[in-house]
């Protein structure tokens, strides 16, 4: 079995997870294309790419570096401006433990493409 170990939640089998996006903003335009075009043709080339997980048990976003071709996990972090307080503190403690990522990072203001309450942008 596959195991990430995901902020606030620890060590946790993969399959309790979904991949629900990729962190990539959408383009201006789309020039001659039609919209879904943009969303489901797309060169699937491999790449490290960072996507969105979700925890459906918890309701709990993170982000995901990935290898697509080796399907390697490179790096777990908070999707920063969703935590609350409380939630900050306690990825701080779990952080110095797992040194997934720097502390101080954790409090910076949300990313583009940050998914709302509803679970899609």
Not at 62 to 76: A, Q
Not at 101 to 115: D, Q, R
């Amino acid at each position: 079995m596959r195991w990430i170990t995901a902020p606030l939640l620890g060590r946790r089998p993969v399959t309790e997870f979904s991949i629900s996006g990729i962190l990539e903003p959408e383009p201006e335009t789309i020039d001659d294309r039609e919209p879904g075009q943009w969303v489901f043709d797309r060169n699937s080339l491999p790449i490290v790419r960072t996507e969105w997980w979700f925890h459906p048990g918890s309701q709990f976003w993170f982000l995901v570096e990935r290898n697509t071709m080796t399907d390697e996990i490179t790096e777990v972090r908070l999707a920063r401006g969703l935590t609350t307080e409380l939630d900050r503190e306690s990825a701080i403690e779990m952080d110095s433990e797992s040194s997934t990522k720097p502390a101080n990072e954790l409090a910076a203001p949300a990313e583009a493409g940050t998914p709302t309450a509803g679970g899609s942008n």
